[in-house]
């Protein structure tokens, strides 16, 4: 397994993923407080890339005792370019295991090791013809599109919303979305069907972005009373 790899989910464990070969594996508490180790970048550095080439890879070879490889992926090759540098001819060459997901001309959010100065000392021990130019992590989706469409909630403590451009509002949409595209990770969280959401029927621009399905959503319950009005403060004057 390479030593730059992609954090997938943490749940009990931390769930690893390398991009360069599909390898997998898992860290347990144990482990990680055995031998702590720190990410290299967060999602506050993600920047937008396109899409402008993309070859799947079919058949690798890996050597006897590689480790278990990812079912749930795809290796690719793929040719990006900033969606900040378009006016440029700069194009970034990268391997991927999102190639089940991406298309020619899809936006796909991912680190610039490229342009970036990260300041690790492990990172800086390593071969520079081991790093990787980019670091792809995800396919980019409308999020607006993807709000509007979303009917589900989940059941939360009532909050001040001070708009879609806050840094915790935008920490918890990345995790709604989080749980739209990994069935695994939702498993345990109760969703609900949100009823205020007019059903749509059709959707011409349907971009592709995972949704979570009726069957998995639960109908939100409230509290009533014997008259079946809803019940009275539990605590009076």
């Avoid at 702590?36 to 050597?63: A, H, T, Y």
């Avoid at 621009?205 to 949704?211: E, H």
Wanted: glycine share 6%.
């Amino acid at each position: 397994m390479g030593q730059v790899c992609v954090c997938v989910r943490v749940t009990s464990t931390i769930h690893l993923i390398d991009p360069a070969t599909l390898q997998i594996a898992e860290v347990d508490g144990n482990t990680y407080w055995r031998n702590p180790f720190n990410s290299l970048c967060n999602p506050r550095q993600l920047e937008e890339f396109i899409v402008m080439d993309i070859d799947i890879i079919r058949d690798q070879k890996l050597g006897a005792g590689a480790g278990t490889r990812s079912s749930r992926h795809t290796l690719a090759e793929v040719w990006v370019q900033k969606t900040s540098e378009m006016d440029t001819s700069q194009q970034y060459h990268c391997r991927t295991f999102l190639g089940h997901l991406l298309n020619i001309g899809d936006l796909v959010l991912g680190f610039d090791f490229a342009n970036s100065n990260i300041n690790d000392e492990h990172l800086n021990k390593m071969n520079p013809h081991h790093i990787p130019d980019v670091v792809l992590i995800k396919k980019g989706y409308d999020r607006a599109r993807r709000v509007k469409r979303r009917n589900w909630k989940l059941q939360e403590m009532a909050r001040d919303r001070e708009g879609m451009d806050t840094d915790d509002e935008r920490q918890y949409q990345d995790f709604l979305e989080d749980l739209e595209e990994d069935e695994a990770l939702r498993k345990n969280v109760n969703i609900f069907r949100d009823a205020s959401k007019i059903p749509v029927e059709s959707d011409t621009d349907d971009d592709g972005a995972p949704q979570i399905s009726l069957a998995e959503m639960l109908e939100e319950l409230s509290l009533t009373d014997a008259t079946g009005e809803e019940g009275a403060d539990m605590l009076t004057d």
